[in-house]
Antibody, heavy 117, light 108 residues
């Protein structure tokens, strides 16, 4: 059974940093593109970042230079290092498994990041 | 960046009715990389359709997708009570992998 479990969310002050993790199980992790998608309270889905199995990285313009996505295929885990966080980045952050052939077919339950003083 | 626009923003329908949701792209999207997701309150998105018209695992056949180029459609042939939710389209062929703003399907 495919499972994606996010962790690392919490309360952080504006300008602060946080590192999210997504632990994967039930599939060959290294074969898939992994992504982070966020959803602000009451808003729609916003793509944040993706990383291929070979560690090519992609970022939304809004986070480029502040966020870093990475993965450890030996630990079946992807990460999102978030620096210089802003209040408007308060959101639930979802981890998603992607495949060009079958869409983004599995999602974690999400982890809440609250940026507030 | 490919901008996706969805219409209507809100669709009020009754169980048993047909629902047609539209997704329009600012530039051509490969039909291989257009997906639809359903999201209910407090839950993560669920993949419904990928590659425009392929149903994801476990998705009932009352859901169908069509389209090409810049115009795509998700059709629910007969709405069931569990179908009232928000629906998002997404293009995942080229970065940035954008989502549409969503269509909320609520009970009339």
């Amino acid at each position: 059974e495919v499972q994606l479990v996010e962790s690392g969310g919490g309360l952080v002050q504006p300008g602060g940093s946080l590192r999210l993790s997504c632990a994967a199980s039930g599939f060959t992790f290294s074969s898939y593109v992994m992504s982070w998608v966020r959803q602000a309270p009451g808003k729609g889905l916003e793509w944040v970042s993706s990383i291929s199995g070979a560690a090519s990285t992609y970022y939304a313009d809004s986070v480029k230079g502040r966020f870093t996505i990475s993965r450890d295929n030996s630990k079946n885990t992807q990460y999102l290092q978030m620096n210089s966080l802003r209040a408007d980045e308060t959101a639930v952050y979802y981890c998603a498994r992607g495949d060009y052939g079958s869409g983004w077919d599995f999602w974690g339950q999400g982890t809440l990041v609250t940026v507030s003083s | 960046e490919i901008v996706l626009t969805q219409s209507p923003g809100t669709l009020s329908s009754s169980p048993g009715e047909r629902a047609t949701l539209s997704c329009r792209a600012s530039q051509s999207v490969s039909s291989r990389y257009l997906g639809w997701y359903q999201q209910k309150p407090g839950r993560p998105p669920r993949l419904l359709m990928y590659g425009t018209s392929s149903r994801a695992t476990g998705i009932p056949d009352r859901f169908s997708g069509s389209g090409s180029g810049t115009d795509f459609t998700l059709t629910i042939s007969r709405l069931e009570p569990e179908d009232f939710a928000v629906y998002y389209c997404q293009q995942y062929g080229s970065s940035p992998f954008t989502f549409g703003p969503g269509t909320k399907v609520n009970i009339k």
